[in-house]
């Protein structure tokens, strides 16, 4: 799992597998997401391969990447689902996705969305409090539809991440809290129309150490062997996602290391195991082609003015995260100290500090591993429409989101009758 490697130069220039990241710029301008089908579905298969003999599903988080034609590729690999909203239910269900393999998690399910997940019928809801089982039980019956439901427990272990993505803290507002679980799978049991189907626990996001997978993992063990001294068996175990990626020199757990580590904790337990993978599977399958707009600089720093803002990829100026830059022409200007900014209005609005980049005006430069959570999570601010994304096929070049319009931009919005 290193850094994108669907990107790689031939004759000078960058290539997209097969076709230059100059042609894509020429035909659809920039910024644009470029992503590598190729990449999507070899990722996928070495995430499944250690899985192969295991009852298992792998539930792609749709939040890292939610375009269709992404969903749209991985349900045809037999991938399931963790969605948070019911907008995200409403796009797998568009893209293919098989309800069936859906599983529901977030903190504030709404009653629309309960109800629309239980008329689906959706593999099962991860409970992330007892309010939100009560009212899923009330839903349930006055809809007469059965729930199935897992609980999420948060176990208290230190994912060792930045502190916005770490998730499985007492701190954090994500699952129920470890020691009150049991006492909640008791009340669940009781429940008309509950039907209690797996555990489930997520610790965090970019996570790049094993330990806290499986001290998370302990954790959970230790709670299933409660429930069934209390007569509750579970058909499914729900590991959550987090394995991280390597955007700079990170070094995440190789997926079959990882995957081994966690089958042999579960291999006498006769359950299927779920896995929420996102960043994993995508983050490194797409870049974000920009262009260089302006150089300018002042007696302590160079700034290069690009197309692309933090409306389009959020996560340098959230969590300081680091996303290297390739250039996709290589020239022989002199490499300088560079923040790479873009147009929005706020000083917050960059995407890398002080790097180190030989840049030109006009230059097109090639924005690594963006495939999980930029597009996802971009935004029209400064009334700047998103990006177009685009799909590499080998020497094939698909358009899977057009990019938006102004008018686009507004046509929800309506004038005061004046
Ligand atoms: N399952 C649940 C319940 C989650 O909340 C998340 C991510 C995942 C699975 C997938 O985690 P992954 O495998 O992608 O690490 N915007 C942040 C990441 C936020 C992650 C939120 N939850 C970023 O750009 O780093």
Redesign the pocket.
């Known amino acids: 799992m290193g850094q994108t490697s669907f990107i790689h130069p031939a004759q000078g220039v960058l290539f997209a597998e097969g076709i230059s990241l100059e042609a894509i710029a020429k035909e659809f301008g920039t910024p644009t997401y470029v992503y590598s089908k190729n990449t999507l579905i070899q990722t996928f298969e070495s995430f499944k391969k250690g899985l192969l003999k295991t009852d298992h599903l792998i539930c792609f ?1 749709v ?2 990447n939610s375009n269709i034609a992404i969903l749209n590729l991985f349900a045809s690999l037999g991938a399931g689902f ?1 969605i ?1 909203s019911g907008g995200e239910l409403e796009r797998v269900i568009y893209a293919g996705g098989d309800p069936q393999k859906i599983v529901f ?1 977030g903190v504030g399910k709404t009653e629309s969305e309960i109800v629309a997940a239980l008329k689906a019928n959706i593999l099962c809801f991860n409970v992330e409090s007892r309010s939100e089982l009560i009212r899923i039980q009330e839903v349930a019956e006055k809809i007469n539809i059965r729930a199935s439901i897992s609980i999420r427990v948060n176990p208290d272990v230190d994912a060792k991440t930045h502190p916005y ?1 770490s ?1 499985g803290l007492k701190d954090n507002k994500f699952g129920v809290d470890f020691n009150q679980a049991l006492s909640l799978y008791l009340d669940a049991k009781s429940m008309s129309y509950i039907d209690i189907k797996g555990i489930d626990c ?1 610790i965090g ?2 996570i790049i150490e094993l330990n806290p997978f499986i001290d998370a993992l302990d954790r959970v063990l230790s709670l299933v062997d409660q429930l069934k001294k209390n007569n509750i068996h579970l058909s499914h175990i729900d590991i ?4 991280g990626i390597c955007y700079q020199d990170e070094s995440p757990p190789d997926f079959e290391i990882y995957i081994k580590e966690i089958l042999n904790k579960i291999k006498d337990l006769n359950v299927k195991i779920i896995f ?5 599977l995508v983050g490194n399958a797409g870049v974000l082609l920009s262009k260089v707009e302006y150089l300018k600089q002042n007696d302590i720093k160079h700034f290069a003015i690009i197309d692309a803002a933090m409306n389009d990829l959020m ?1 340098p100026t959230l ?1 300081d ?1 680091y996303h290297a830059i390739k250039l996709v022409r290589e020239h022989d200007a002199k490499p300088q100290l560079f923040d790479v900014v873009g147009p929005v209005c706020e000083s917050g609005d960059f995407i890398a500090k002080n790097r180190s980049l030989t840049l030109k005006e006009n230059d097109l430069i090639c924005i690594m591993s963006a495939g ?2 930029g597009m996802s ?1 971009s935004s029209n601010y400064n009334s700047r429409g998103r990006a177009a994304e685009v799909m590499v096929d080998q020497d094939k070049l698909y358009e899977i989101r057009t990019r938006e319009k102004s008018s686009d931009l507004f046509k929800l919005e309506k004038k005061l009758p004046l």
């Open positions: 988080a939040k890292a963790d948070v998690s993505i998730t997520h996001s970019q959550g996602g987090g394995i929420e993978p996102g960043r994993a996560r969590y995260a999980a959570y999570m």
